[in-house]
């Protein structure tokens, strides 16, 4: 069945760096864009940036824009999240997500926590 | 990039039916028809319920139904059942290849 798996979420001080990664199976992975989606405690969700299929284009919100960097290794089915120049409100539960037809969010992994403390 | 601007909470008893709106701009809501809804259990990741604006994914129970008028998306849930109760998301795409979530709703099942 097709499943994502996200890691690499911790503890970490403001202004250092973090990547996450997403082991993505059961599905041809190549074949379709990726998401990451972000959500703070007790807050909504937040999109963070989506990579097309083959990497060619990428975009990001503009709370991250400039530090974070979306990428992706497709022979691994893997897709990342380097987060640089990390700030406190960058705390929140990172998903990362399938872009489906019609631009859907289809499915979702089961989130890795990054805390941003002194 | 704004949130879209979604009810903080609504609620409705069992059987009977709400809707959750969904508002955004020319520029998201208004302008295509990638319009998402999402569902969220506590402690749960999110899950797909509508897409398109009025498509439904397999699975998902055809109480739940999606429509937009303009700017404003909206989720319609008939007959109300005590596992509806959940957080609800939209989800639009804009004009700048990004995407925007609501706020979410939080739906109470009296």
């Known amino acids: 069945q097709v499943q994502l798996v996200e890691s690499g979420g911790g503890v970490v001080q403001p202004g250092r760096s973090l990547r996450l990664s997403c082991a993505a199976s059961g599905f041809t992975f190549s074949s379709h864009g990726m998401h990451w989606v972000r959500q703070a405690a007790g807050k909504g969700l937040e999109w963070v940036a989506v990579?097309?299929?083959?990497?060619?284009?990428?975009y990001y919100a503009d709370s991250v824009k400039g530090r974070f960097t979306i990428s992706r290794d497709n022979p691994k089915n893997t897709l990342y999240l380097q987060m640089s120049s990390l700030r406190v409100e960058d705390t929140a539960v990172y998903y990362c997500?399938?872009?489906?037809?019609?631009?859907?969010?289809?499915?979702w992994g089961q989130g890795t926590l990054v805390t941003v403390s002194s | 990039q704004s949130t879209l601007t979604q009810p903080a909470s609504v609620s409705g008893s069992p059987g009977q039916w709400i809707t959750i709106s969904c508002a955004g701009t020319s520029s998201d809501v208004g302008d295509n028809n990638y319009v998402s809804w999402y569902q969220q259990l506590p402690g749960k990741a999110p899950k797909l319920m509508i897409y398109?604006?009025?498509s439904r994914p397999s699975g998902v129970s055809d109480r739940f139904s999606g429509s937009k008028s303009g700017n404003t998306a909206s989720l319609t849930i008939s007959g109300l059942q005590a596992e509806d109760e959940a957080d609800y998301y939209c989800?639009?795409?804009?004009?700048?290849?990004?995407?925007?979530f609501g706020g979410g709703t939080h739906l109470t099942v009296l």
């Open positions: 997500a399938r872009w489906d037809n019609d631009k859907r969010f289809d499915p």
């Open positions: 990579i097309w299929y083959d990497g060619s284009k990428k």
């Open positions: 989800c639009a795409y804009t004009s700048s290849s990004t995407f925007v």
């Open positions: 398109a604006v009025t």
